[in-house]
């Protein structure tokens, strides 16, 4: 921050007190352009803080209409200064609450990059790598600010490393089928197949293979299906328009849904007041699953594609650095994004890394008792079958089998044993033996 720059930090109260965090967002809604007038590219963290560059001489009290359709009444609400951060303290690392001034100061870096945000993490739709097997590579990078103490000082550091997610090129409904062994994954009447799709929908994160954006899933609707009506906003004639899944991918990208009776993915959404619903067929996941990590061929294709050496990871950083601080110091013509946050708070980045002391070690030698390896690239896993450095005894153990193993079971532990002790270095003795009978019929 510019030495002369200052953040004034101040708490707002309504009276009478809102009664819901929903009535409060909807009225600071109400006024926003009058607390742009008095305190300009101003920060609100809810509740109660709103963080500014500019300051107020005395009090400020503004009044919000009621809303009786939402069940608002009217409130005035007062601002009032708490504390004033100066740049001295904002460049030692003390900003406290004000954090969230920083933290919307990277966002506004990003923003003109047109990259995806998807938490903290950030991806170019644009930019993706075609393997030979069935996955595709797509880039992005996670940013976060963190307090590095340096001999600079222990300035707000920005965070930044790249990141890459494996996108499978067949659609979630192939997914869910191969998961199954075959059973018809749109046998939503089953409870197996509708459990398969909670497991590997909820929480997944997944690409839409006509726009390529990504979103993180947080719920599977096995009451909705693409023939499902939802109201669309035409921008052209400015009005909502009741229209179907299947209509709208049709018209407007082109897209046939063959399966009308699949579920609708519900999806986090970037703006609380909207809702993100999916159709599998026109998603796919992203990431390693089961039936990835089985297939040896697919697995070294996505190493490939995704094993970056420090090197390139470094000039991957330091390009996307350069490319943020070029818009904040030579703005677009009328930009009013990042280069006027960055001005009106008087923000500065600097895109050279922070150079720090650090201690290069020698290469170091993993013992496995009888033999020494020397690690490569902080990699020793080759060298495992050369036995382990403190091979454990398996002595007291139970081993269940059903009756109808028997005849093949003193084969089974022998070829343990071997392995143990060949692999391993291991000593086992024999185990207790419990047989389970089937029940006959």
Same mark, same amino acid.
């Given at each position: 921050?510019?030495?002369?720059?200052?953040?004034?930090?101040?708490?707002?109260?309504?009276?009478?007190?809102?009664?819901?965090?929903?009535?409060? *967002?909807?009225?600071?809604?109400?006024?926003?352009?009058?607390?742009?007038?008095?305190?300009?590219?101003?920060?609100?963290?809810?509740?109660?803080?709103?963080?500014?560059?500019?300051?107020? =001489?005395?009090? /400020?009290?503004?009044?919000?209409? @009621?809303?009786?359709?939402?069940?608002?009444?009217?409130?005035?609400?007062? &601002?009032?200064?708490?504390?004033? /951060?100066?740049?001295?303290?904002?460049?030692?690392?003390?900003?406290?609450? @004000?954090?969230?001034?920083?933290?919307?100061?990277?966002?506004?870096?990003?923003?003109?990059?047109?990259?995806?945000?998807?938490?903290?993490?950030?991806?170019?739709?644009?930019?993706?790598?075609?393997?030979?097997?069935?996955?595709?590579?797509?880039?992005?990078?996670? @940013?976060?600010?963190?307090?590095?103490?340096?001999?600079?000082?222990?300035?707000?550091?920005?965070?930044?490393?790249?990141?890459?997610?494996?996108?499978?090129?067949?659609?979630?409904?192939?997914?869910?089928?191969?998961?199954?062994?075959?059973?018809?994954?749109?046998?939503?009447?089953?409870? =197996?197949?509708?459990? =398969?799709?909670?497991?590997?929908?909820?929480?997944?994160?997944?690409?839409?293979?006509?726009?390529?954006?990504?979103?993180?899933?947080?719920?599977?609707?096995?009451?909705?299906?693409?023939?499902?009506?939802?109201?669309?906003?035409?921008?052209?004639?400015?009005?909502?328009?009741?229209?179907?899944?299947?209509?709208?991918?049709?018209?407007?990208?082109?897209?046939?849904?063959?399966?009308?009776?699949?579920?609708?993915?519900?999806?986090?959404?970037? *703006?609380?007041?909207? =809702?993100?619903?999916?159709?599998?067929?026109?998603?796919?996941?992203?990431?390693?699953?089961?039936?990835?990590?089985?297939?040896?061929?697919?697995?070294?294709?996505?190493?490939?594609?995704?094993?970056?050496?420090?090197?390139?990871?470094?000039?991957? &950083?330091?390009?996307?650095?350069?490319?943020?601080?070029?818009?904040?110091?030579?703005?677009?013509?009328?930009?009013?994004?990042?280069?006027?946050?960055? *001005?009106?708070?008087?923000?500065?980045?600097?895109?050279?890394?922070?150079?720090?002391?650090?201690?290069?070690?020698?290469?170091?030698?993993?013992?496995?008792?009888?033999?020494?390896?020397?690690?490569?690239?902080?990699?020793?896993?080759?060298?495992?079958?050369?036995?382990?450095?403190?091979?454990?005894?398996?002595?007291?153990?139970?081993?269940?089998?059903?009756?109808?193993?028997?005849?093949?079971?003193?084969?089974?532990?022998?070829?343990?044993?071997?392995?143990?002790?060949?692999?391993?270095?291991?000593?086992?003795?024999?185990?207790?033996?419990?047989?389970?009978?089937?029940?006959?019929?």
């Amino acid at each position: 921050m510019d030495p002369v720059g200052s953040i004034y930090h101040y708490h707002y109260t309504f009276e009478p007190a809102a009664k819901t965090p929903a009535e409060e *967002k909807w009225a600071l809604g109400q006024i926003w352009t009058q607390l742009t007038e008095y305190l300009g590219n101003f920060v609100i963290f809810c509740p109660r803080h709103i963080f500014s560059h500019l300051c107020l =001489e005395q009090e /400020l009290t503004l009044a919000v209409n @009621a809303a009786p359709e939402k069940n608002f009444g009217k409130c005035e609400v007062t &601002i009032s200064k708490f504390q004033t /951060l100066s740049a001295e303290q904002v460049n030692s690392g003390i900003v406290g609450e @004000a954090e969230v001034v920083m933290r919307h100061a990277v966002k506004m870096l990003v923003e003109p990059l047109k990259y995806q945000r998807v938490g903290r993490r950030y991806f170019n739709n644009c930019d993706s790598q075609e393997g030979k097997a069935s996955l595709a590579v797509l880039g992005g990078f996670t @940013a976060a600010l963190c307090e590095m103490s340096t001999r600079r000082g222990c300035n707000p550091q920005l965070q930044l490393d790249t990141i890459f997610r494996t996108l499978q090129k067949k659609d979630i409904i192939d997914s869910v089928r191969a998961s199954l062994d075959g059973c018809d994954p749109i046998a939503l009447d089953l409870a =197996e197949v509708q459990t =398969e799709w909670r497991r590997r929908c909820i929480g997944a994160t997944v690409v839409t293979t006509y726009n390529t954006r990504v979103y993180q899933i947080k719920a599977v609707h096995f009451d909705k299906t693409p023939q499902e009506e939802f109201l669309m906003y035409n921008r052209d004639h400015k009005t909502k328009e009741s229209v179907t899944f299947v209509d709208f991918y049709n018209g407007y990208y082109q897209k046939e849904i063959s399966e009308k009776r699949q579920p609708l993915l519900e999806a986090y959404p970037e *703006k609380e007041t909207e =809702e993100v619903f999916l159709v599998p067929e026109l998603c796919a996941f992203t990431g390693f699953h089961d039936e990835v990590r089985k297939d040896k061929t697919i697995m070294t294709e996505a190493l490939k594609l995704t094993k970056v050496s420090p090197g390139e990871r470094f000039n991957a &950083i330091t390009s996307l650095t350069r490319d943020m601080s070029s818009r904040v110091s030579n703005p677009l013509p009328n930009d009013t994004g990042s280069a006027k946050f960055f *001005k009106d708070w008087r923000l500065s980045m600097d895109p050279k890394p922070v150079e720090i002391d650090a201690r290069i070690f020698s290469n170091l030698e993993v013992s496995f008792g009888h033999k020494q390896y020397k690690i490569e690239e902080g990699n020793f896993q080759r060298w495992m079958r050369n036995g382990l450095q403190c091979p454990t005894s398996l002595e007291d153990w139970l081993f269940i089998y059903p009756e109808t193993d028997e005849p093949v079971l003193d084969i089974w532990l022998r070829s343990l044993r071997d392995i143990a002790t060949v692999a391993f270095g291991m000593k086992m003795a024999d185990p207790q033996k419990n047989r389970v009978h089937e029940p006959a019929g």
